[in-house]
């Protein structure tokens, strides 16, 4: 937890003492015990997670800066000494299947630059784990000092994607997104993320994908429209489907829950049947299918 204060503005000890006087065999200092318990569980987590289900990704969310000065320009709190987190431990260990470090500052912050902490922490990421940054997208119409506008959470955004280390963002909280502040929801929806997207595989659980299913496709006489028909390839019942019609020059994606065998394309505009479709099957830790082909 983070530092605590009285009423006199002095640090209340977190009130561990007995348990470090019973439980500290190898003689550590007692804020290399506590990092030690800390980076124990972390570890117990990852491995006790898969072993119940191996398909589960494991995530951290860590203060976004590990310490001062790395990388050089950076200044903030010292989660290492503050919050006994030696979270660049955990990433360069592959204790996590996703990293999503708080990159909770604007932009322009010249001590907590977010494409600079993003290369920082995509420089650490040497197991090559899903590097998600978080952003703090409530902060955006607010009125406060460290507030910003929805234009700053749009740029967070560009820098990630701008970094080939990343492949998405997580964004807190969700009430930006439900009140539509500034229209940001309404520009996420039809510009920035306007076509939909697989969460990225994590190759590490499982490389093995699944073998390309059969489709057939015909016309739906009573909906209107066209009917694909799902056939996955034997033992390899999908998580997800990824459909792709093409009607003429242009394409419409889907992406459909695995448990259906039936699936409904709505005609595109004048146009009622595709002129393809194409299929793959996506198992639960995000790797693709070949490509199944559907005239």
Request: hydrophobic residues 40%; positive net charge; without cysteine.
């Amino acid at each position: 937890p983070y530092l605590e204060r009285d009423a006199s503005n002095r640090i209340i000890d977190f009130p561990d003492s007995a348990t470090y006087a019973r439980h500290n065999p190898r003689g550590l200092s007692r804020a290399d015990w506590r990092r030690d318990n800390v980076n124990r569980f972390v570890e117990r987590l990852y491995a006790e997670v898969h072993a119940a289900k191996p398909w589960v990704k494991v995530g951290i969310s860590p203060f976004g800066i590990w310490r001062p000065g790395n990388p050089p320009s950076v200044a903030g709190l010292d989660a290492y000494t503050e919050l006994y987190a030696d979270s660049r431990k955990w990433l360069r260990n592959g204790w996590v299947d996703y990293w999503t470090p708080q990159l909770y500052w604007a932009t322009d912050r010249p001590q907590q630059r977010y494409d600079l902490l993003l290369r920082w922490w995509a420089e650490q990421n040497v197991h090559r784990r899903n590097l998600w940054p978080g952003n703090f997208t409530s902060r955006v119409g607010g009125a406060g000092p460290a507030d910003w506008h929805a234009g700053e959470l749009l740029e967070q955004i560009r820098l990630t994607r701008q970094d080939t280390a990343a492949s998405g963002n997580v964004h807190f909280s969700a009430r930006a997104l439900v009140r539509n502040v500034e229209g940001l929801s309404d520009w996420l929806e039809t510009i920035t993320y306007a076509e939909p997207a697989l969460v990225p595989a994590s190759p590490w659980l499982d490389r093995t994908p699944p073998a390309a299913p059969t489709a057939t496709l015909r016309a739906d006489m009573t909906y209107g429209g066209a009917r694909l028909a799902l056939t996955p390839a034997t033992g390899a019942a999908p998580w997800l489907w990824v459909v792709r019609a093409r009607y003429g020059d242009e394409w419409r994606t889907e992406i459909v829950p695995g448990v259906r065998r039936q699936h409904h394309l709505a005609p595109l505009g004048v146009r009622a049947m595709p002129d393809e479709v194409v299929l793959n099957a996506v198992d639960r830790v995000g790797n693709a299918s070949p490509s199944r082909t559907v005239r």
